[in-house]
């Protein structure tokens, strides 16, 4: 772990995507005073003023090249289906020593995708904060965001270690746990973790919609917890999601075929009224519910710990 004294400080910091967390980072940055100044680069005008107004970066451009100019830490907040375009654009105007991570949710696609575009001379460390919530946009960011969160690391074999010190100490410094992991194993426990569940959230919501012409609107009108909380998983970014599972297809598909069956033998369970299976797996799940929130990954409110809102100032 990182001490006081190794905590990193940058000149210039650019944020590819100013987006949860892209805005979430740049916040806990300047909490920290880990930079000097921010500056960021969104595709549209809308999201460019609104970062500039909320006072996330000191300044925001449409061009890559033009962001990451005298930069020292780049991060690529963008869609992963973003990166090879996005890694091409801002290549011109990297500088020798820079140091470039993303915050991607797949790590495999990283050094295929981006990889090539980064020049010598410049450093590419992946990363990804196990953190968010559904909501998007600069004005769902918060500095608190990464606080006691998991943010794990996927540098190449070959990586200056140095530099991957670097980045974990400011990873930690914003707040995060760090862990270093190989880029496949990542790809395989997040699909697992958060990857699977989304696609069944996304799929019980869409069955739900179908199911509207026979219910006649009561899915809706009498959704308890279970689905609700279904609901808040699937209201996440239509676009990043896809993104992910084109990217991670592989660990994706493993994860679901294991599901598949799970799902089979439960379904078996119900049909021969196997209660003491039943039982087992249900409490077995609530004990992993418990492990959870003993670890401090979570709390036991009904909102799952989450905000509706970002903290206000008096927060």
Known sequence: MATE???PHFKRMALIGVGLIGSSIALSAKRAGLVDSIVGCARTARTREKAVELGIVDAMYEDPAETVAGADLVIVCSHLGS??????????GLAPGAIVTDVG??????????????????????GHPVSGSEKSGPEAGFETLFDDRWWI???AEDADQEVVQRVSAFVEALGS????????????VLAITSHLPHLIAYNIVGTADD???ITQGEVV???AGGFRDFTRIAASDPEFWRDVFLNNRDAVLETMGRFTEDLIALQRAIRWGQGDQLLELFTNSRDIRHRIIQAGQDTDAPDFGRRAEPPSESD
Do not use: F, Q, W
């Not at 990166?83 to 011109?92: F, I, L, R, T």
């Not at 495999?108 to 090539?116: I, T």
């Open 5 to 7: 004294t190794e905590t």
């Open 177 to 188: 746990r760090v862990e270093i992991m190989d880029a496949k194993r990542h790809d395989l």
């Open 221 to 223: 009108k009498y959704s």
């Open 105 to 126: 949710s797949v790590k495999g696609c990283v050094a295929r995708d981006l990889g090539p575009h980064i020049p010598d001379g410049v450093h590419l460390v992946p």
């Open 83 to 92: 990166y090879p375009s996005v890694g091409a654009a801002m290549a011109p």
């Open 153 to 155: 690391l996927t540098p």
């Open 211 to 213: 199911m509207e012409t």
